[in-house]
C-alpha cells in the first residue's frame, strides 16, 4: 500500500469551507440534479444513481480544480436534502480509516481509479477505544471510473487513490447529511478510535 497523505483541512490554504476531512477548493456553485421527490428521503439506491449521473456529467467532472498533492473538492446540491461532493485525489492520497457518523450513502469514481477497503462487520459506535478485528471481515474493491457502490449507516471504509502517476475524481453523496465521523487508525487487525469530528471542524 503506498504512503498515504491525508491533510487536514486546517492545513490548505485555499479559503473555503470545509468538508468532511477533505481539503481543497470550492471553486464553483453547487450543481443541482433532479430530485427523487421533495418528501421522500433517498435511499442507498437513489445516492447511487445520483452519484452514476453526476459523475458520467463530463463538463463538470472537468470543472473541478486539481492539486498535485492535496485532494480538492466542490460541494454539489444532492437528492432530497443530502450532502454530496465532487473529490479530486492526487496520487497516493486516501481518507484513513473512518465512519459516517450513521448516514447512509454512496460514491462512484468518475475518472482514474479509486480503491476501497472495508470491514464486513458491524461495530459498536459507543464505549469502546480499541477493538481487535476478526481475520475474515477485510474486504477490498477496485472501483475504475462508472463504477461505485453504496452503502448502509455503519460501514466503516477507507478509500485511495494507488496509483503513483494519475489523478482520481469521484462523486460522493450522504444521507442524512453527515452528524459526525468517527476516525480510526489501524496496526494488523487492531482498530483504535482516535477522534470524532462534529460538522463545525469541517468550516
Known sequence: ????????????????????????????????????????????????????????????????????????????????????????????????????????GAFVAAAGELTEQSLAARLPTEGWRTLELADDVDRERRLPAGQGRAFGPHHVHEVLNASTTRHAVSVHAYYPPLPLMRRYSRTGQVLRLEQVEQPEEWG
Do not use: K
Open 1 to 104: 500500500m503506498p504512503d498515504v497523505r491525508t491533510p487536514s483541512p486546517a492545513s490548505v490554504s485555499r479559503p473555503s469551507p470545509g468538508s468532511p476531512g477533505l481539503p481543497g477548493t470550492a471553486a464553483a456553485p453547487a450543481r443541482s440534479f433532479p430530485d427523487p421527490g421533495p418528501a421522500v428521503p433517498p435511499t442507498e439506491a437513489d445516492l447511487l444513481d445520483f452519484a452514476r449521473r453526476t459523475a458520467a456529467d463530463a463538463e463538470l467532472v472537468a470543472s473541478l480544480p486539481l492539486a498535485p498533492e492535496d485532494r480538492t473538492w466542490l460541494r454539489l446540491a444532492g437528492p432530497g436534502g443530502s450532502e454530496a461532493w465532487l473529490i479530486g485525489w492526487p496520487p497516493g492520497t486516501g481518507t484513513g480509516w473512518h465512519d459516517h457518523g450513521g448516514s447512509h
